[in-house]
């Protein structure tokens, strides 16, 4: 049943205090400087020193679950992580976990339109729940951008199985197809559209939206991406991963082609394949403010991109390179894949768009890994119906990819993103993103250096970049990427070590 409306204020008012508890700032300086203060003590008195120096962690690091034992000089499995058989994703709803309200005593009717690619709009199709379950609203299925860069005029029945989708969710909020004409016809003004601020919290939701939604009735929430906090309580970021890893199916024409990709590729390579997320776009490059060693003519045609965005900065590429700014080159994946101790008869799937520089830039990886190919080259005349689709082209990289024994990728795009979160949160699946930072200067210098010294130096700087469940630590980047909420240790292993 649903919520008599004096105890649902009373739950958005808990609500309400929950969320100014989770920006309070912990005094963690305070308690770490009391205790190193009480041990100095101890030491000056009794004569024995603690080493503070030399093991300042076990004072100052968060206790975690995936913490594990030092293990620097071990040699990494590079097909698959020795340790994620200690782990399993874990997003089921706690016991306390209200029931959906039914959509006759929701506060209204929240729209929501998404915005961006197809990995952008899943970040916003899955906040938008947990958004709708925060203001006790009925969730309207969310209506997919068809005015971006991507030009796709694919509605969200055409990508998503949206019945699937609805009834998976219904335990925790109730969505419908539409508003309900009767709705519509009673409503004196037409719906009340706004835009949020990027990583609103959640009380923001409270004291901004829902007041005009008890006035209005429906609401839309426009570019909707990126628009809710990264950081919320655990019972949240679980209904975010119920959303993402089992609520968004792929429709079965997608699911079928991706399939059918992923199962040439085992067949052709004998069991396993590496599936490279290729950003190497000109408009990409261009916004990345990066050069990659061409001449003038390379420079006037990504400074000319460059003007379509009148606020981007003036970017120095040579610092941006410095800092891991810059996107890897064809080239230099296959490099890093080489010196990780991938052999050339390995198999790669590569999903990219548009590659600057054409056959030309990709001949380099092609050269380090024979066994290359693209959904084009092994789906022929069977993916013509999706070609004019560029969201439906992406759903079927993106399924190719989760099914690889290894993801690795050039850039740190949603994409890249989402589908680490998802691996993580699947098995620790195999998840390599460059080291880029030092990779750059490492690779420069390739040409002075013996091929055992370079393979060495690469597979040194890409420890804690390979997608051990170690690399998990709560608040580190987008949830969507290190969803630490709903990975948890198997109980079999609860009390045993992990190393």
Known sequence: MGFPLSKLHLQQRHFQQKCRWLRRPASVSVICGTAIFALALVSLFSGSLIELELYPQQFLRRPSIFKMEERHAAPINIWKSKAAKFYCGCANRGPHFSPAVRERMSNGYLLIAA????????????????VARVLNATLVVPELDHHSFWKDNSDFVDIFDVDWFI?????????????????MR?????????????????????????????????????????????????????????????????????????????KKMRSMSGGRYIAIHLRFEPDMLAFSGCYYGGDKKQREELNEIRKR???????????????????LTPHEVGLMLRGLGFKNDSYIYVASGEVYGGEETLDPLRGLFPNYYTKEMLAGQELRPFMPFSSRLAAIDYIVCDMSDVFVTNNNGNMAKVLAGRRRYMGHKRTIRPNAK??????????????????????????????????????????????YSCICKKPKYTNSSTT
Not at 116 to 130: C, S, Y
Not at 309 to 327: H, N, S, V, Y
């Open 115 to 130: 915005s961006g690619g197809l990995n952008q709009q899943r970040v916003g199709i899955t906040d938008a729940v947990v």
């Open 167 to 183: 009834s998976s969710l219904s335990k925790d909020v109730t969505i419908v197809k539409r508003v309900p004409d009767k709705v």
């Open 186 to 262: 009673s409503m004196d003004k037409p719906p009340y559209t706004m835009r949020v601020p990027r990583k609103s919290l959640p009380e923001y939701y409270l004291e901004e939206v829902l007041p005009i939604l008890h006035r209005r009735r429906v609401v839309q929430l426009t570019k909707f991406d990126y628009r809710l906090s990264n950081s919320l309580e655990d019972e949240l970021q679980k209904l975010r991963c119920r959303v993402n890893y089992h609520a968004l199916r792929f429709t079965r024409p997608i699911r079928e082609m991706g399939q059918m990709l992923a």
């Open 309 to 327: 965005w009148a606020t981007l900065p003036d970017l120095g590429p040579e610092g941006e390179l410095r800092r891991g700014k810059c996107p």
């Open 438 to 483: 030092r990779l750059s200067s490492i690779l420069k210098g390739r040409h002075e250096m013996e091929p055992e010294v370079l393979a060495r130096k690469i597979r040194s700087c890409q420890r804690g970049f390979m997608g051990e469940p170690d690399e998990m630590k709560p608040g580190r980047g987008d949830f969507h990427e290190f969803p």
